[in-house]
């Protein structure tokens, strides 16, 4: 952690989890990160751009601008940290990193409601904190998905009495099955080329079970033993996105222990913000002298599924899979982490199946982790233009790589009444493996 100097240049930001001014004054101001800013684009305010975002960051460092200024929150909670403008920064601005830090310093100093406490306590501490709350928590979704409940609580208008109509209309339906890292083996099929550990995470196991089986399915198919290894929890994306990076801390030592073994050629993460979360340990623990190293080493060892078939090759063959797609590109994928070639190299390895580009297909859904409970105007602003371009492809699947985006463009889709799928990249490359020639298929890895 940054910890503030006693100066006047700094004396804006106080205690622990500074953003450091050495990037904030990298920044040359020269607006190349303004075409590709979703906020901007939407609102053409320059406050609202990473630009001017930096700006008021700068000003309270230098003590012209409150801490607490109603307007500094404003834009730091507007922005949904696409971090599409890093991609595009020729100066290199690690602009994520101040954002996390401000948000930080409002999260510290603000003062917080008796609702904005609960709902960080139960969230962050209580169900992200331990996997075996999250999994009884989300029986208790299923349940009231599946016994009638939920239909009951619609037509009553409870939900609209409580505010919670929006979020029940996002809420992620709970798979019927759980992936739990409970030390399960899975061996690699035909010639062994390595042994990798899965990274479960939370929503991922208990919403996208499907996706975890089809990622076994698929790298065993390839050649690799794939492990699940125990003790692993949250990546921690949340907590830190949301200001409270100690929260962070604590996942990323505990996934570090559970993950960190030697025996392990890689981590592979089918959720694009878990894998961006987790390739970032180095600089969230980089003033720990315990973990400090030791996340080093892990993070190097961290790739996205995606990335990790087109590094090694597919030794498999998929087979032909007639179907045409769009590619949505999640911000954590093609932002955070760079991977744009190589989902569409995987895609198009599949015989028969074409991919047709849509406009924009790097612009942010507007999901965001929790950014479309907080922001639902922009978010469903950006959401209908992803979606209006995304079906003007005239594609019968919409494929994307991390579970938030899948369930914005799911709900968004539902709500006009189109019965268009959302797959998972992982997903496609499973369907035409099982259009292939038989080989044995890993056994199913879900628990109840």
Known sequence: MVVAEERAVLHGFKGHDVPEFDVIRSCVHCGFCLPVCPTYRVTGRERSSPRGRIWLMK??????????????????????????????????????????????????????????????????????????????????????????????ARRSGILRLLGMEHADRLMPEISDRFVVADGSFYPALGERRGRVALFVGCVMGTSYAHVHEATVRVLTRNGFDVALIPGQGCCGALHVHGGDPESGRRQARRNIDALGSPYIDAVIVNAAGCGAMLKEYPHLLRDDHDYAERARAFSAKVRDAIEFLAERGLSAQPGPLPMTVTYQEPCHLAHAQRITRQPRA????????????????????????????????????LLDRKLNNALATGAEAIVSANPGCMLQLQAGLRARGERIPVLHLIEVLDRAYAAAPATRPAEALAAG
């Open 346 to 381: 995987l895609l198009e390895a599949i015989p028969e199946l074409k991919l047709v580009e849509m406009a924009e297909s790097a612009l942010c859904c507007g999901s965001a982790g929790i950014y479309n409970l907080l922001r639902p105007e922009m978010a469903s602003t």
């Open 59 to 152: 000003s309270i460092a230098e003590g012209r601008l409150d801490l607490l200024d109603p307007l500094f929150e404003d834009e730091m909670t507007l922005c949904l940290n696409c971090r599409a403008c890093e991609a595009v920064c020729p100066s290199g601005v690690r602009y994520g990193e101040i954002l996390e830090a401000s948000r930080a310093q409002l999260v510290q100093h603000r003062p917080q409601t008796a609702k904005e406490r609960l709902f960080r306590f139960l969230g962050f501490q209580v169900l992200l904190g331990d996997m075996r709350r999250f999994r009884a928590a989300n029986r208790l979704l299923r349940l009231y998905q599946r016994s009638g409940l939920r239909a009951l």
